[in-house]
Structure formats: C-alpha cells, structure tokens
C-alpha cells in the first residue's frame, strides 16, 4: 500500500483486511510500504516520511502481526530500484503504454503523467520478483499489473537464465466500496473528504459523514445495485460493520426510515473501528517500538534482496 495519507475503510476492508487473514497461511510473508510508489502521484511529499510511519502504525493496529509478517518500507531497500532499472531493459514500451491502470491512473492524476508512473508496474515487478514471491494477493482491478510482472519474469528468464519465479495470482475476495457522495465512484481520499469514511475518524465526524451521505429516490432500505446504488453501499458497509448478511440488515429496517438507518450505520462503524483506533494509539505512544518493527523488517527484506541481486547481476553479466 502507498503512503499517500489517511486510510479509509475501503482500503482496509479491500486490501489490508485480506492481508490479516492471510498472514497466517504463508511460511514468509512480506507487507511493503510502497513509498516509492507514492511519489508518482504526491504533488507535495512533505509529509510522506509522517505518511510512512502512520501507515506502518495503521498495518500493527489493524493485526498485521510482525512475528508473522516482514514489514518493510521499500525505498529502504535501494535493490528494489536496482532490479527496476535492468527490469526496464527488457520491458516493451508498448507493454506499459497498453496497460489499463496506467490509462485509468492518466486520467485520475493529469498533472502526474510522468516517467515513475508509466513504469510503475516495472518496479512493481522487481518489488515482487526480488523475494522470489510465490504468490501475491491482489483485487480484480490489479490483475494486469501481475500478469506484467509475470511477462517480465519470463522475459528476463529467457534472456538471462532461470532467476525469478512467476509469482501466482491469490485473488482477494473484494466488498466493493463506494463514495459516500457518489456511488458511482470507488471510495478514494481524491473525491473529498466528505466521500471517504476514514479509518482512523473521530466518532462526531463518522456520524457527520454518514449522515450527510448521498441516498436513493424512494423510502426503501433495500440492495439494489442498478436502482439504489447510494442505498446498496451503505447496506455493503453495515454488512461489514456488524458482520450481518446484508438480507438480515434489510429485513430489520423493512418500513423503516432512511435517517434510522443511517443513525445506526454510525454507530455500528464506531464500535466496529474502536479497537483499531485504540491499538494505533497504544502504538503511537511508543515511536521506539514501531522503528523498531520496521528496522528489523528492513534487515529481513535486505538479506533476501542482496541474495537475489547477486544472482541477477551475474547472470546478466554485470561486475
């Protein structure tokens, strides 16, 4: 994930959630805090290093376990840009010019359309490939951006010898959250901020968002993605909340109104987000322990890093 700010729950229940769940199930697990990445997009990255220790801080509160997980923060491992630039030697123009999310990115970000993020899923690649990663989680949407850095993989393997792995897709199983303005459009910090329900929001302003929240025409609290598309995102975002079928949410507010629902949204996002919020700040009270975490994830990732670089270099002829 990127330190480009605030978290929301879109974020957590799309991706970091997921990776909770997941820790587990893996003999090595690596959660990077994509910083580089971050800079294709920051028009102001004054408050990136604060950005990279609040997400850091947010993945710990949120049950990133660090006995189970090697959390890092990429640009500390300068091999992930040293991987990049040969990766980039043997990567067709064309591949990254057709790239869907790079066309999406374009659009969202016009004043952004630089190098960085043209060759974004180049470093992508050389982050997952310098790992030799098996298998990487990832949303529907992310999808074309693997399968480049599987491309890639097979293109530097042919040329060079069999160096890097072709990590496997572990598709995520997606809610789908929307803007609380505009349910057309996915949750994003860029749409505003009264569009985005934020992880780490006070009680007072998760009330003053939901309950400025865009509805449906009509009085029926029901899921329908087609008619009542404001109505189904909050349904999704309850659902999440209080760990009910959206059906069984449906059948209780039956006749109700829509300011009752949203009432209780409310609070079913502030009991829902309390331990977290609580466990951030336990950790932000100790700024030792969190560098900490991270120094001794830098030293992991960079054992495994130097390993692989050694044996790309040589292969590629390089002294």
């Known amino acids: 994930m990127r330190p480009t700010g605030a978290l929301h729950v879109g974020n957590y229940f799309g991706a970091l959630l997921p990776l909770v769940k997941l820790q587990d199930k893996a003999d090595g697990f690596f959660v990077m805090i994509a910083d580089l990445h971050a800079l294709t997009t920051l028009e102001d990255s004054k408050n990136l290093k604060k950005n990279t220790f609040n997400l850091a801080a947010a993945y710990l509160a949120a049950g990133i376990n660090p006995e189970r997980a090697v959390i890092f923060v990429q640009s500390q491992i300068p091999q992930h840009a040293e991987l990049a630039t040969i990766l980039g030697m043997i990567t067709p123009l064309s591949m990254l010019e057709l790239n869907p999310v790079y066309k999406e990115m374009r659009e969202e970000h016009p004043g952004q359309n630089n190098l960085g993020l043209l060759a974004y899923p180049v470093l992508q690649a050389a982050d997952i490939l310098l790992y030799q990663t098996t298998h990487v989680p990832v949303g529907k949407d992310q999808e074309p951006h693997l399968e480049i850095s599987r491309e890639i993989a097979r ?20 809610s789908k959250i929307f803007s609380l303005q505009d349910p057309s459009k996915k949750m994003s910090k860029s749409h505003g901020e009264k569009s985005y329900l934020g992880l780490f929001d006070s009680p ?38 209080a760990g009910q079928p959206v059906k069984e949410i449906e059948k209780r507010y039956e006749g109700r109104g829509y300011a009752e629902f949203k009432k209780d949204l409310a609070e079913a996002a502030i009991d829902y987000l309390k331990p977290i919020q609580e466990k951030r700040k336990g950790i932000e009270k100790n700024p030792d322990y969190l560098e900490d975490v991270l120094e001794q994830g830098r030293e992991k990732a960079q054992k495994i890093a130097l390993a692989t670089m050694e044996k790309v270099r040589k292969s590629a002829g390089l002294i």
């Open 204 to 241: 007072q302003k998760i009330r003053e968002k939901i309950k400025i929240s865009v509805t449906d025409s009509g009085k029926e609290i029901k899921d329908d993605s087609s008619k009542k598309p404001a109505i189904s995102n909050l349904l999704t975002l309850y659902s999440l909340f």
């Open 155 to 174: 293109k530097f393997n042919a040329r060079f010898g069999e160096i890097f792995l072709e990590p496997k897709v572990v598709l995520q199983k997606e």
